[in-house]
């Protein structure tokens, strides 16, 4: 069932590209060139200004002939490259953007949360603060060594001054 259904995809991937690419590289050719390879009168007088000695020799036709012969290589890289394609997402996408458009609902939006804006000298005293906080404290007993040591060297220059 599987392989069934695989070819069929490949079938209707086969007749898509072969009628988007013949109907498309039709138009360019004729818009650039005026010649329909679609047409048999077009190959007809293909077929005569060369059976009647003439020569190909402007850039344009060999252009001309240089895409004629490139078409069909083009056609199949092109083929190979559309049954690559994921159709299911491509042709479900629309069906989902009007499913995401009917269906939004509050449970799936973001909760947003406004702060009072504060001026600047609010905003400079909370760091302050928040600064204060993150110093360490000094210690009672650094403190009293720090006034020890001090009342120390003061005696010390007073005995020397005598």
């Known amino acids: 069932m599987k ?3 695989k070819a069929i995809r490949n079938l209707l ?3 898509g590209w072969t ?10 050719i004729n818009l650039v060139w005026h010649f329909d390879f679609m047409s048999s009168h ?13 020569v190909i020799k402007t850039t344009s036709d060999i252009l001309l002939l240089l895409s004629l012969f490139l078409l069909p290589f083009l056609w199949i ?3 190979i ?3 690559r ?9 629309p069906i989902d953007l009007i499913i995401n458009l009917f269906s939004s609902s509050d449970t799936d939006s973001e909760r947003l949360v406004l702060k009072n804006i504060k001026d600047s000298e609010q905003i400079i005293e909370e760091i302050k603060t928040e600064i204060d906080s993150i110093k ?4 009672k007993n650094a403190s009293d060594i720090r006034s020890d040591i001090t009342q120390k060297i003061s005696a010390e220059i007073k005995n020397q001054r005598k």
């Open 77 to 79: 890289v092109g083929f």
């Open 136 to 139: 360490p404290e000094e210690s």
């Open 13 to 15: 991937v086969f007749i």
């Open 81 to 83: 490259l559309a049954l």
């Open 19 to 28: 009628t988007v690419f013949v109907i498309f590289s039709n138009l360019l």
């Open 85 to 93: 394609l994921q159709y299911k997402e491509f042709f479900l996408k």
């Open 3 to 5: 392989k069934l259904l």
């Open 42 to 54: 077009s190959w007809f007088l293909l077929s005569s200004f060369w059976n009647h000695g003439g």
